[in-house]
């Protein structure tokens, strides 16, 4: 168990010493802790629950308390597995239920920044909702200079792979955009409870944090909408590309025809064909062929089949 006071600020408790009556006791407990210590208590059973399903972020007002969980996607892999953990306050306390060691570096992290807004427990998990977006503007510029990374690539024809990077940078966006509309949720919800928590100074925060994290959720829905531009214009090369090889197909096809006519017509033998006993039979087919491809050169050439 590691043990915080919040008074002035955020201070970590060492073995020898106790919380500040006056201040907020904040707490982070493995589950088997939380059992240990809190199974006797009425929200016992809620917090069992969100303890057996981190999937999202959310938060549920139980009366004069919270609770509710994190899963915080890693910013190195959007996709890969969540940072997860759950948290239950009340005016004097604020726990967090961790086993994978992920909420101590966050409240390590706070320890050392100037706290905003009222030193309450719903002001100090402001703080903690705070820090998990507060680069994020930065780190979503980064995505769009790798989409427009790609599009120049796409331009100069270089799009070897192309396919596969948009599908993942597409999959990152989405769920960088569904932790985002959690979030905002969740901040919705903290703002709807603060008047019955007694907290409702903190109403303005998190009003803040639901739009940021709302703007948040929009600029990854422009992202993705750009990337599925990128898409659409790649696929447009590739039909172009088509379209050329079909044309080239029919410029030769079309060529050859009227030759392998001639070709068919006199490769018949026939015994009473004229052309074949005569000298200059051979000549003449010659330059009526020739003719012929004269002319279809002419033709292709006036109706801009070569363009």
Request: net charge negative.
């Amino acid at each position: 168990m590691i043990q915080y006071t919040l008074n002035m600020k955020l201070t970590r408790l060492s073995g020898n010493m106790h919380t500040d009556s006056e201040g907020i006791s904040v707490k982070i407990l493995t589950s088997e802790e939380y059992t240990q210590h809190y199974q006797d208590t009425p929200e016992y059973p809620v917090m069992l629950r969100n303890l057996s399903h981190i999937h999202c972020c959310k938060a549920d007002v139980l009366g004069g308390c919270a609770a509710g969980t994190f899963a915080v996607p890693r910013k190195e892999s959007p996709t890969a597995e969540k940072l997860c953990f759950c948290f239950f306050l009340t005016d004097s306390e604020l726990l967090f239920i961790d086993d994978k060691d992920t909420a101590a570096p966050l409240l390590s992290q706070l320890e050392d920044m100037p706290l905003t807004g009222p030193l309450s427990s719903l002001g100090l998990l402001f703080n903690l909702m705070e820090y998990l977006i507060k680069d994020d503007v930065f780190f979503l510029q980064d995505y769009e200079e790798h989409l427009t990374r790609l599009e120049e690539r796409l331009l100069d024809g270089e799009d070897d792979n192309f396919d596969r990077a948009i599908l993942h940078i597409r999959k990152e966006l989405t769920a960088l955009g569904s932790y985002y509309e959690q979030l905002a949720d969740m901040g919705e919800s903290l703002q709807e409870a603060l008047p019955d928590m007694a907290q409702d100074r903190s109403s303005v925060l998190f009003g803040l944090f639901t739009d940021r994290a709302g703007r948040l959720y929009s600029n990854v829905q422009t992202l993705k909408e750009y990337s599925m531009q990128l898409r659409e214009m790649h696929q447009s090369q590739i039909d172009v590309r088509q379209n050329q090889i079909m044309k080239v197909l029919t410029i030769v096809t079309t060529f050859f025809m009227p030759l392998s006519l001639i070709a068919g017509w006199y490769g018949m033998n026939f015994v009473n064909m004229p052309e074949l006993t005569s000298s200059s039979g051979y000549g003449v087919v010659i330059l009526v062929c020739l003719l012929i491809i004269v002319i279809e050169l002419w033709f292709f050439h006036k109706k801009k089949w070569f363009d």
